[in-house]
Protein backbone atom coordinates (compact mmCIF):
# COMPACT_ATOMS: atom_id res chain seq x y z
CA UNK A 1 0.00 0.00 0.00
CA UNK A 2 1.35 3.30 -1.04
CA UNK A 3 0.89 7.03 0.06
CA UNK A 4 -1.32 8.90 -3.08
CA UNK A 5 -0.39 12.91 -3.60
CA UNK A 6 -3.97 13.53 -3.92
CA UNK A 7 -5.89 16.53 -1.52
CA UNK A 8 -9.19 14.31 -0.54
CA UNK A 9 -10.98 18.08 -0.22
CA UNK A 10 -9.30 19.65 -2.84
CA UNK A 11 -10.54 16.51 -4.91
CA UNK A 12 -13.91 16.69 -4.06
CA UNK A 13 -14.43 19.98 -4.57
CA UNK A 14 -12.44 19.46 -8.48
CA UNK A 15 -15.97 17.03 -8.73
CA UNK A 16 -18.27 19.81 -6.98
CA UNK A 17 -17.08 22.23 -9.94
CA UNK A 18 -17.02 19.54 -12.60
CA UNK A 19 -20.25 18.38 -11.90
CA UNK A 20 -21.64 21.93 -12.05
CA UNK A 21 -19.91 23.18 -14.85
CA UNK A 22 -21.35 20.48 -16.68
CA UNK A 23 -24.84 20.80 -15.67
CA UNK A 24 -24.72 24.58 -16.79
CA UNK A 25 -23.40 23.53 -20.29
CA UNK A 26 -25.23 20.37 -20.27
CA UNK A 27 -28.30 22.25 -22.13
CA UNK A 28 -26.37 23.32 -25.19
CA UNK A 29 -25.02 19.91 -25.28
CA UNK A 30 -27.88 17.62 -24.14
CA UNK A 31 -25.75 14.36 -25.75
CA UNK A 32 -23.32 14.69 -23.52
CA UNK A 33 -25.55 14.67 -20.46
CA UNK A 34 -23.75 10.81 -19.55
CA UNK A 35 -20.36 12.63 -19.29
CA UNK A 36 -20.55 13.52 -15.28
CA UNK A 37 -23.37 12.55 -13.06
CA UNK A 38 -24.38 12.36 -9.47
CA UNK A 39 -26.07 9.52 -7.84
CA UNK A 40 -26.46 10.38 -4.11
CA UNK A 41 -23.01 9.86 -2.26
CA UNK A 42 -21.18 9.08 -5.42
CA UNK A 43 -19.71 11.11 -8.51
CA UNK A 44 -19.43 9.37 -11.98
CA UNK A 45 -17.50 10.15 -15.23
CA UNK A 46 -17.87 8.48 -19.00
CA UNK A 47 -15.73 9.85 -21.30
CA UNK A 48 -17.19 7.90 -24.38
CA UNK A 49 -13.83 6.54 -25.31
CA UNK A 50 -13.58 3.87 -23.23
CA UNK A 51 -12.99 5.13 -19.70
CA UNK A 52 -15.10 5.51 -17.08
CA UNK A 53 -14.51 6.10 -13.20
CA UNK A 54 -16.78 6.44 -9.85
CA UNK A 55 -15.53 7.76 -7.03
CA UNK A 56 -17.87 7.53 -3.56
CA UNK A 57 -17.73 10.30 -0.81
CA UNK A 58 -18.82 8.94 2.31
CA UNK A 59 -18.72 10.57 5.46
CA UNK A 60 -15.94 9.07 6.58
CA UNK A 61 -13.87 7.22 3.57
CA UNK A 62 -13.58 8.04 -0.25
CA UNK A 63 -13.09 5.41 -2.85
CA UNK A 64 -12.07 5.58 -6.44
CA UNK A 65 -12.58 3.09 -8.94
CA UNK A 66 -11.74 3.44 -12.87
CA UNK A 67 -12.42 1.34 -15.62
CA UNK A 68 -10.27 1.83 -18.88
CA UNK A 69 -11.97 -0.95 -21.13
CA UNK A 70 -8.64 -0.67 -23.21
CA UNK A 71 -6.74 -1.60 -20.51
CA UNK A 72 -8.91 -4.36 -18.48
CA UNK A 73 -7.92 -7.48 -17.53
CA UNK A 74 -11.24 -9.30 -17.45
CA UNK A 75 -10.17 -12.28 -15.61
CA UNK A 76 -8.94 -10.22 -12.55
CA UNK A 77 -10.94 -9.48 -9.54
CA UNK A 78 -11.53 -5.83 -9.07
CA UNK A 79 -11.38 -6.67 -4.98
CA UNK A 80 -7.38 -7.03 -5.65
CA UNK A 81 -7.04 -3.58 -6.10
CA UNK A 82 -8.21 -3.18 -2.61
CA UNK A 83 -5.58 -6.20 -1.11
CA UNK A 84 -4.64 -3.79 1.65
CA UNK A 85 -7.86 -1.95 2.41
CA UNK A 86 -9.58 -2.27 5.51
CA UNK A 87 -12.80 -4.02 5.47
CA UNK A 88 -14.62 -0.94 6.05
CA UNK A 89 -13.77 0.45 2.93
CA UNK A 90 -13.97 -2.64 1.29
CA UNK A 91 -17.36 -3.05 1.97
CA UNK A 92 -18.00 0.50 0.69
CA UNK A 93 -16.74 -0.57 -2.28
CA UNK A 94 -18.65 -3.45 -2.96
CA UNK A 95 -22.02 -1.54 -2.09
CA UNK A 96 -21.27 1.72 -4.13
CA UNK A 97 -18.20 2.49 -6.61
CA UNK A 98 -17.95 -0.78 -8.04
CA UNK A 99 -21.63 -0.95 -8.89
CA UNK A 100 -21.04 1.40 -11.43
CA UNK A 101 -18.30 -0.70 -13.32
CA UNK A 102 -20.20 -3.77 -13.58
CA UNK A 103 -19.38 -5.87 -16.98
CA UNK A 104 -21.01 -8.84 -18.21
CA UNK A 105 -18.48 -11.33 -18.90
CA UNK A 106 -19.33 -14.80 -20.27
CA UNK A 107 -22.95 -14.15 -18.41
CA UNK A 108 -20.97 -13.37 -15.23
CA UNK A 109 -21.52 -9.83 -14.31
CA UNK A 110 -18.71 -8.13 -12.24
CA UNK A 111 -17.40 -5.04 -11.59
CA UNK A 112 -14.35 -4.36 -14.18
CA UNK A 113 -11.56 -1.96 -13.03
CA UNK A 114 -8.24 -0.92 -13.69
CA UNK A 115 -7.02 0.89 -11.42
CA UNK A 116 -8.66 2.57 -7.38
CA UNK A 117 -7.70 4.38 -4.63
CA UNK A 118 -9.32 4.79 -1.37
CA UNK A 119 -8.94 6.02 2.01
CA UNK A 120 -10.29 9.07 4.44
CA UNK A 121 -10.59 12.32 4.11
CA UNK A 122 -7.14 12.69 5.53
CA UNK A 123 -5.07 10.39 3.17
CA UNK A 124 -5.40 8.40 -0.01
CA UNK A 125 -3.82 5.23 -0.51
CA UNK A 126 -3.88 2.63 -3.38
CA UNK A 127 -2.09 -0.76 -4.32
CA UNK A 128 -0.40 1.25 -7.27
CA UNK A 129 1.38 4.51 -7.67
CA UNK A 130 -0.32 7.71 -8.82
CA UNK A 131 1.45 7.12 -12.17
CA UNK A 132 -0.19 3.84 -12.72
CA UNK A 133 -3.68 4.71 -11.42
CA UNK A 134 -3.37 7.82 -14.30
CA UNK A 135 -2.57 4.97 -16.83
CA UNK A 136 -4.68 3.37 -16.16
CA UNK A 137 -7.62 5.62 -15.94
CA UNK A 138 -7.16 8.02 -13.56
CA UNK A 139 -6.02 10.55 -16.11
CA UNK A 140 -10.50 11.20 -16.71
CA UNK A 141 -9.86 13.15 -13.56
CA UNK A 142 -7.49 15.12 -14.47
CA UNK A 143 -9.45 18.67 -14.70
CA UNK A 144 -10.80 17.52 -10.83
CA UNK A 145 -7.48 17.45 -9.50
CA UNK A 146 -6.89 21.13 -10.82
CA UNK A 147 -7.00 24.25 -8.50
CA UNK A 148 -10.35 26.01 -9.31
CA UNK A 149 -9.19 28.80 -11.42
CA UNK A 150 -7.37 26.72 -13.67
CA UNK A 151 -10.11 24.20 -13.68
CA UNK A 152 -12.26 26.67 -15.01
CA UNK A 153 -10.66 27.97 -17.88
CA UNK A 154 -10.43 23.94 -19.20
CA UNK A 155 -14.21 23.83 -18.41
CA UNK A 156 -14.90 26.92 -20.18
CA UNK A 157 -12.96 25.55 -23.29
CA UNK A 158 -14.51 22.54 -23.33
CA UNK A 159 -17.58 23.98 -23.17
CA UNK A 160 -17.02 26.95 -24.81
CA UNK A 161 -18.89 28.81 -21.99
CA UNK A 162 -19.69 32.38 -21.88
CA UNK A 163 -18.86 35.06 -18.77
CA UNK A 164 -22.37 34.55 -17.42
CA UNK A 165 -21.61 31.21 -17.32
CA UNK A 166 -18.54 30.98 -15.72
CA UNK A 167 -19.77 33.51 -13.25
CA UNK A 168 -23.11 31.26 -12.23
CA UNK A 169 -20.31 28.11 -11.86
CA UNK A 170 -18.35 30.13 -9.43
CA UNK A 171 -21.94 31.65 -7.66
CA UNK A 172 -23.33 27.78 -7.18
CA UNK A 173 -19.83 26.38 -6.31
CA UNK A 174 -19.34 28.74 -3.53
CA UNK A 175 -22.92 28.57 -2.39
CA UNK A 176 -22.18 24.92 -2.63
CA UNK A 177 -19.48 25.04 -0.75
CA UNK A 178 -20.90 26.42 2.13
CA UNK A 179 -24.55 24.58 2.12
CA UNK A 180 -23.43 21.66 4.69
CA UNK A 181 -25.48 19.57 2.14
CA UNK A 182 -28.86 21.72 2.45
CA UNK A 183 -31.07 22.33 -1.01
CA UNK A 184 -30.09 25.19 -3.38
CA UNK A 185 -32.19 27.50 -4.68
CA UNK A 186 -31.95 29.01 -8.17
CA UNK A 187 -32.86 32.43 -9.05
CA UNK A 188 -34.97 33.51 -11.95
CA UNK A 189 -32.07 36.09 -13.02
CA UNK A 190 -29.70 32.78 -12.65
CA UNK A 191 -31.52 30.51 -14.57
CA UNK A 192 -31.72 33.57 -17.20
CA UNK A 193 -27.84 32.26 -17.31
CA UNK A 194 -28.99 28.98 -18.78
CA UNK A 195 -28.92 28.12 -22.56
CA UNK A 196 -30.70 25.59 -24.75
CA UNK A 197 -31.82 22.44 -22.80
CA UNK A 198 -32.71 24.23 -19.69
CA UNK A 199 -34.59 20.75 -18.50
CA UNK A 200 -31.23 18.71 -19.18
CA UNK A 201 -29.50 21.58 -17.08
CA UNK A 202 -32.12 21.42 -14.32
CA UNK A 203 -31.53 17.26 -14.22
CA UNK A 204 -27.96 17.93 -13.80
CA UNK A 205 -28.49 20.25 -11.25
CA UNK A 206 -31.20 18.42 -9.31
CA UNK A 207 -28.53 15.70 -8.74
CA UNK A 208 -26.35 18.32 -6.92
CA UNK A 209 -29.48 19.17 -4.66
CA UNK A 210 -30.12 22.50 -6.48
CA UNK A 211 -33.62 22.97 -7.62
CA UNK A 212 -35.34 25.74 -9.68
CA UNK A 213 -37.81 28.05 -7.60
CA UNK A 214 -41.55 27.14 -7.90
Known sequence: MVGIDI??????EG????????????GMYPELNYEHSWDGINYCMNDSQGCRATITFHNEYIVAVFQDIHKADWNKDALSFFSEAPQKIIQLAKDEALQYVLEDV???VKPIITAAFWGTWEQL?????????IENGGYIIHSQLLPYHDAIDEWRDYYNLDAGQIALI???FDQKMNSNGDPLVLQDDELKLLHGDIE???VSLGELNIFRTN
Open 7 to 12: NPKQLY
Open 15 to 26: CIEAAIAHAVAV
Open 106 to 108: EGN
Open 125 to 133: NSTQSLADI
Open 170 to 172: QKI
Open 200 to 202: ECL
